[in-house]
């Protein structure tokens, strides 16, 4: 089961470090494909508020890459539990004050993590 969680946490830190990539540096390219409902101007004037939350993205990412380093099997749970809780409050955040498949890409798989953290 511990393989399987930090199989999971590496895929969720790989997402964020995605979702860094297209929020601080393709917003308008790729964040036009992904939020096909706005006009081009909106990701011209959004910019930089991507870039920020690309940022914060980052901050999870690497909270979560961090976990693979700790020795200590406490303290290594205790990152892991902070961090994957992070992320899926921005998924049920995201979810409900965007788009509810926000949850499903990134609260989902947080959720399930934790529930393997849990019951590991």
Not at 85 to 114: E, N, R, T
């Amino acid at each position: 089961m511990e393989t399987v969680l930090q199989v999971l946490i590496a895929f969720i830190a790989l997402l964020h470090l995605y979702f860094l990539y297209f929020e601080m540096f393709a917003w308008q390219t790729i964040g036009r494909k992904v939020f096909n409902g706005f006009d081009k101007e909106f990701f011209a004037q959004t910019k930089g508020l991507a870039a920020n939350q690309g940022l914060y993205n980052g901050f999870l990412a690497a909270g979560l890459i961090w976990t693979f380093f700790i020795e200590d099997v406490a303290w290594r749970y205790n990152v892991s539990l902070f961090f994957l809780c992070c992320v899926l409050v921005a998924g049920l955040y995201g979810a409900y004050s965007a788009d509810k498949k926000i949850f499903f890409v990134q609260g989902l798989p947080a959720l399930i993590a934790l529930l393997l953290l849990f019951l590991g």
